[in-house]
C-alpha cells in the first residue's frame, strides 16, 4: 500500500508515519508546508497533483482537514483521508467536506455529531490514542540526571492561551454586550463536560461581538459562513480555557510545588515555577513519567473529546488529573485508570490527597497504562481508520 502523507508539522505526524511503516505501507511525504506556512491553495494543489500525476497511491492523508486535498483527490478519484485532532477546525465549514472521496475522522464525538450529517457515508468517530511505542521508548531511556531535572509534584506542559487568545482584541464594546460575554465566560467556567457556549452566541449576538473585534474571522469562498461557531468556539471557548488555567494554577501554586512548562508569560502568576517549553519528544515523556500529577486543562473548544495531552501522558505511564470530558467514562474507570476534577475546590483537594497517597496514585497510573496499551494504541487506532478508509 502506497500513503501520500501531506504534512504540515502537526506532532502526531512522525508517529504515524513510524506505525505505517510497521505495518510494512510505503509512505511518502509531502513536506514544504513544514517550512513554509504562507503557501497558497494553488500551491497545495500543485503540490498533491504532481506525485498523483506521476504514481497510484492508495490513498491521500494529513492530520486535519484541507479543503484543496480534498476537491484534488476528487479529481484523481483517490481517497482524501484526514484526522482531526484540533479544535476548532474551521475548514471544516468548506463544501469540500461533502465529496465522495473524502475518508474524515473525526477525534471529538460532539464534533462527529455537528458534521457527519453533511457527508454521512465519509465520516467517521475515532478517538486518539497513545503512542506507547515512542514515550515508552524516551522514558526507557531516563537517567538519573533527568530524575533530577525533571521530577515534579505537579507539572502542567501547555500554553496558557493568553499569547494566543484572539479574544483579547475585542475593542470597548458597550456595557451590555460586555456583561452578556462575561456572563457566558463565568459560567462556563463553573461547569464540566458540557459546552453550552454555541447554544447561547445567537446570530444576532454574533453579529454585534463582529463589530468590535478587528480582524474578526472571514471565511473563504465556498464556506458556510457560520459566525456563530467562529464566535462560540474560536473567541470565547479561548477566552473560557486562558481563564481556566490561570486561575487554577494561581490557586495550585499558593499550595503546591508546580512545574509549568510553557512559552506563555507567567508574571501574572509569581508562585508558578516556570520551566520554558519542554521538547516534544526527548523532553516531554520525561516529564510525564517523573511528575507525581500530571495536570491536563482541556482546551474549552474540545466539546466532548479526550485531548491528545491525556493520551501523551498514559502512554509514558504518567498519572493523569484532567478536568472531566464527557467521553472519558466511554474509555477509562475515574478514580481507577486516571482521575478527573469538576471544580477549584475538588482539584485541590484530589491533589492533596494523591500527594499524600504515592502507592494508590502509582496504581493508578500503572493501570491506566496497561489500558491504554491493550486497547486504546496508536497502531490499533490506525489500524482500525485503514478499515474504514478501504472498506468504504
Same mark, same amino acid.
Given at each position: 500500500?502506497?500513503?501520500?502523507?501531506?504534512?504540515?508539522?502537526?506532532?502526531? #505526524?512522525?508517529?504515524?508515519?513510524?506505525?505505517?511503516?510497521?505495518?510494512?505501507?510505503?509512505?511518502?511525504?509531502?513536506?514544504?508546508?513544514?517550512?513554509?506556512?504562507?503557501?497558497? @491553495?494553488?500551491?497545495?494543489?500543485?503540490?498533491?497533483?504532481?506525485?498523483?500525476?506521476?504514481?497510484?497511491?492508495?490513498?491521500?492523508?494529513?492530520?486535519?482537514?484541507?479543503?484543496?486535498?480534498?476537491?484534488?483527490?476528487?479529481?484523481?478519484?483517490?481517497?482524501?483521508?484526514?484526522? !482531526?485532532?484540533?479544535?476548532?477546525?474551521? #475548514?471544516?465549514?468548506?463544501?469540500?467536506?461533502?465529496?465522495?472521496?473524502?475518508?474524515?475522522?473525526?477525534?471529538?464525538?460532539?464534533?462527529?455529531?455537528?458534521?457527519?450529517?453533511?457527508?454521512?457515508?465519509?465520516?467517521?468517530?475515532?478517538?486518539?490514542?497513545?503512542?506507547?511505542?515512542?514515550?515508552?521508548?524516551?522514558?526507557?531511556?531516563?537517567?538519573?540526571?533527568?530524575?533530577?531535572?525533571? =521530577?515534579?509534584?505537579?507539572?502542567?506542559?501547555?500554553?496558557?492561551? &493568553?499569547?494566543?487568545?484572539?479574544?483579547?482584541?475585542?475593542?470597548? @464594546? @458597550?456595557?451590555?454586550?460586555?456583561?452578556?460575554?462575561?456572563?457566558?465566560?463565568?459560567?462556563?467556567?463553573?461547569?464540566?463536560?458540557?459546552?453550552?457556549?454555541? #447554544?447561547?452566541?445567537?446570530?444576532?449576538?454574533?453579529?454585534?461581538?463582529?463589530?468590535?473585534?478587528?480582524?474578526?474571522?472571514?471565511?473563504?469562498?465556498?464556506?458556510?459562513?457560520?459566525?456563530?461557531?467562529?464566535?462560540?468556539?474560536?473567541?470565547?471557548?479561548?477566552?473560557?480555557?486562558?481563564?481556566?488555567?490561570?486561575?487554577?494554577?494561581?490557586?495550585?501554586?499558593?499550595?503546591?510545588?508546580?512545574?509549568?512548562?510553557?512559552?506563555?508569560?507567567?508574571?501574572?502568576?509569581?508562585? $508558578?515555577?516556570?520551566?520554558?517549553?519542554?521538547?516534544?519528544?526527548?523532553?516531554?515523556?520525561?516529564?510525564?513519567?517523573?511528575?507525581?500529577?500530571?495536570?491536563?486543562?482541556?482546551?474549552?473548544?474540545?466539546?466532548?473529546?479526550?485531548?491528545?495531552?491525556?493520551?501523551? $501522558?498514559?502512554?509514558?505511564?504518567?498519572?493523569?488529573? &484532567?478536568?472531566?470530558? =464527557?467521553? $472519558?467514562?466511554?474509555?477509562?474507570? !475515574?478514580?481507577?485508570?486516571?482521575?478527573?476534577?469538576? =471544580?477549584?475546590?475538588?482539584?485541590?483537594?484530589?491533589?492533596?490527597?494523591?500527594?499524600?497517597?504515592?502507592?494508590?496514585?502509582?496504581? $493508578?497510573?500503572?493501570?491506566?497504562?496497561?489500558?491504554?496499551?491493550?486497547?486504546?494504541?496508536?497502531?490499533?487506532?490506525?489500524?482500525?481508520?485503514?478499515?474504514?478508509?478501504?472498506?468504504?
Amino acid at each position: 500500500m502506497n500513503i501520500l502523507f501531506y504534512r504540515y508539522n502537526s506532532i502526531c #505526524e512522525s508517529s504515524i508515519i513510524s506505525v505505517w511503516k510497521k505495518l510494512g505501507y510505503q509512505v511518502t511525504e509531502i513536506t514544504e508546508e513544514m517550512e513554509n506556512k504562507s503557501l497558497l @491553495p494553488k500551491d497545495q494543489l500543485l503540490l498533491v497533483s504532481g506525485p498523483l500525476k506521476e504514481a497510484r497511491y492508495d490513498f491521500v492523508f494529513s492530520i486535519n482537514f484541507f479543503p484543496v486535498l480534498a476537491e484534488v483527490c476528487s479529481i484523481f478519484k483517490t481517497p482524501y483521508a484526514c484526522w !482531526i485532532v484540533d479544535s476548532p477546525v474551521l #475548514e471544516l465549514y468548506s463544501d469540500a467536506l461533502c465529496r465522495p472521496w473524502n475518508r474524515i475522522f473525526l477525534f471529538d464525538y460532539e464534533l462527529y455529531r455537528e458534521f457527519a450529517p453533511k457527508n454521512p457515508d465519509c465520516i467517521f468517530y475515532l478517538p486518539l490514542a497513545a503512542d506507547i511505542t515512542t514515550m515508552t521508548s524516551v522514558c526507557d531511556s531516563i537517567t538519573k540526571e533527568d530524575r533530577a531535572k525533571y =521530577s515534579s509534584d505537579i507539572s502542567f506542559v501547555a500554553s496558557l492561551y &493568553t499569547e494566543k487568545c484572539p479574544y483579547n482584541k475585542l475593542l470597548s @464594546p @458597550p456595557d451590555y454586550l460586555r456583561g452578556y460575554l462575561d456572563g457566558i465566560i463565568e459560567s462556563q467556567l463553573k461547569v464540566y463536560g458540557y459546552n453550552f457556549v454555541r #447554544e447561547l452566541v445567537t446570530s444576532e449576538l454574533a453579529a454585534e461581538f463582529k463589530k468590535y473585534l478587528p480582524g474578526f474571522y472571514q471565511f473563504p469562498e465556498k464556506y458556510e459562513k457560520n459566525e456563530q461557531a467562529v464566535v462560540a468556539d474560536l473567541y470565547i471557548s479561548t477566552k473560557v480555557t486562558e481563564q481556566e488555567r490561570l486561575r487554577l494554577l494561581q490557586v495550585l501554586s499558593e499550595r503546591f510545588a508546580v512545574d509549568l512548562y510553557t512559552g506563555s508569560d507567567t508574571s501574572g502568576l509569581p508562585d $508558578i515555577h516556570n520551566k520554558g517549553l519542554a521538547r516534544t519528544y526527548s523532553e516531554m515523556p520525561k516529564i510525564f513519567h517523573l511528575s507525581r500529577i500530571n495536570l491536563n486543562m482541556t482546551a474549552k473548544s474540545i466539546k466532548s473529546a479526550l485531548p491528545l495531552r491525556i493520551w501523551d $501522558i498514559l502512554a509514558c505511564g504518567g498519572f493523569v488529573m &484532567t478536568n472531566f470530558q =464527557s467521553e $472519558i467514562p466511554e474509555y477509562f474507570e !475515574i478514580g481507577t485508570d486516571l482521575e478527573t476534577y469538576s =471544580s477549584k475546590d475538588e482539584l485541590i483537594e484530589k491533589c492533596e490527597y494523591y500527594l499524600a497517597h504515592e502507592e494508590e496514585r502509582r496504581q $493508578i497510573a500503572k493501570n491506566g497504562f496497561e489500558k491504554a496499551k491493550k486497547l486504546h494504541s496508536l497502531e490499533g487506532r490506525l489500524k482500525e481508520m485503514l478499515g474504514c478508509i478501504l472498506g468504504c
